[in-house]
C-alpha cells in the first residue's frame, strides 16, 4: 500500500525540494500552497502524514493544525518551523502535533521525521482495524456479546439490514429482543425514520386497534378527531410489534392484511391508505404452540417468520457474563455517580454459576444494585442479592453427614464412567467432587459455623471461605443472611 503524505508549504521552492525529496523516498505526495488549500485536501482525501508549515497565507499551520485535528484526528503532523521561532514549534506540539524540524532543512532530519511517522501511523492503522474487528465480533450496536449464539445473532441482522424483509424476534424475557428491533433499524436504510413500538400486550384489546391504525372523527363515542395510528405515524419507518403472541384474532387477521397489502384502513373509515413501513415483531412465547391451539393465525405466522432471530437466555451463553458485567459498570458508573473498577473473582464465579432465570435484564438489575451497595471500588460477594447464591438442587438438605459425603452419586458415576476425559482432568474433577461433599458434610456436622468446621477440616477460615465461594456452598444453610457472620 502506498503512503500518502500532504505538504503543506507556500514557499514554491521549499515546497518543490520537500515534494521531490519524499517522493524519491517512494512516498506518494500531494502539495497545498496554503492553510486552508490543506484543509480541504485532509477533507477529500485519505493521508497517512500531513507536513504543515507554520508561517502561511489565509491560515497559517498553528489553525490549520487544529482543524485537522478535530476532523481527522488519527493523521500525524509534523511542522515545519523557520529557524528561530521554536517557541510556535512547541506550541504545535501541546496541540498535538507529531513533530517538527525546522528551516533550512537538513535532508537526512526531513526523511527520518517522516519515516518515524509513516511506520507510528502504519502501527495505529493497524491497531485501529484490529479494535474495529474485535469490537464487530463482541458487540452489535448496543447489543454485547462475543458468544457464538450471539455471533449468529449478529450475522443475521447484518443480512436483514439491506432489506425490508419482516423479522420475527423470538426468546425468554430480558434477552435483548427490543435491543435487537433497534439494532436492526437504526442500521437499515429506514434510520432517519420514526421507529415505533408498540407493546401488544400492554394495551387493552379494545384500544389497540385505534392505537395502531387510528381513527377517523365520530368512529366510536369520544372520537371527537381524526387520530393518527402508529402504522401511519411510521411511515417511513420501522415498527416494532412487541409480544405479538397476546394479540387478539380479530386484530390478527387486519395486520395479516397491513403485510399482504402494505396498506390500512383507520377505525370508522373505509378508504386504505397506503403505508411504507417494515414490521419487527417480538415473543417470549411459542407461536408455533399457539397455532396449533389455534390462538395464533398460521397465515399470520408465516407472514411474521420470514427471517427467524431465536435469542438464547443468558445461561447458555455463560461466557458473554464477564462481558457483560465490564458493560454494565461502564454504562452505571457516570449514572450512579460511582468509579467502580472492577469485580472480586469469588463475585464473578457466583454470576457466572447462577441460571438467570430473568436473563440480561436481571443482570443488570444485579449489577445496578451492587454498585450501589458497594463502599469501595470493586464489588464483592457480600454485594450480591441472596438470590445469587441459592443452590440449583435441594438434595440432602435435610441427610445426615454421611449421605453427603455419598452425596449425588449419580454425578460421581457419571464421571467415572465418562472415557472422553484425559485421566489427570478426570482425577481432577473427581477430586474436586469429593472435596466439595467433605466440605459440604463438615458443614453439616458443625451446625454451619465457620470457625468449627474450619477446625475440622484443619484449614484456615479464610480457605473455608474461598472453597464455599468455589463450590457455591452458600446456599446450603437456608438462611443466608448468616453467611455473613465473619
Ligand atoms: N446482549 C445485550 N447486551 C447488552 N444489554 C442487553 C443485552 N440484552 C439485553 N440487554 C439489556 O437488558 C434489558 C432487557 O432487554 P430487552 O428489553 O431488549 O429485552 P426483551 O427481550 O425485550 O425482554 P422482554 O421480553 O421482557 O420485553 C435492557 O436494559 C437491555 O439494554
Ligand atoms: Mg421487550
Known sequence: MTVRILIAEDDQSQRFMLSETLSREGYEVVCATDGVEAIERVRAEDFDVALLDIRMPRLDGLDALRQIHSMRPELLVIMITAFGSQESAMRA??????????????LDELRLVVRRAVEKSALRRQLASLENQLRDRLSFDRLIGQSP???????????????????LITGESGTGKELVA???HYHSARKNKPFVSVNCAAIPETLLESELFGYERGAFTGAVGTKLGQFEIANGGTVFLDE????????????LRVLQEREIVRVGATKPIRVDIRII????RDLTELVAAKKFREDLFFRLNVIPVSLPPLRERRGDIPLLVNHFISVYNPRLNKAITSIEPAALELLERYPWPGNVRELENVIQR????????????????????????SHAKNGDWLTDLAGDSDTMKALLEDFSLPLQEKVERLTEELEKRIITAALRKANFHRQETADLLKISRKSLHNKMVKYNLFGLQNDVTTQYEE
Open 182 to 184: 433497534q439494532a436492526i
Open 149 to 167: 449464539p450471539m455471533q449468529r445473532v449478529y450475522e443475521l441482522i447484518r443480512k436483514v439490514v439491506a432489506t425490508d424483509v419482516t423479522v
Open 370 to 393: 451492587a454498585m450501589i451497595l458497594a463502599t469501595g471500588s470493586t464489588i464483592t460477594v457480600e454485594d450480591l442479592p441472596s438470590v445469587i447464591f441459592q443452590r440449583r438442587s
Open 281 to 284: 415483531a417480538a415473543t417470549n
Open 244 to 255: 405479538i403472541g397476546d394479540m387478539s384474532l380479530a386484530l390478527q387477521a387486519k395486520l
Open 93 to 106: 506540539m501541546k496541540e498535538g502535533a507529531y513533530d517538527y524540524f525546522t528551516k533550512p532543512f537538513n
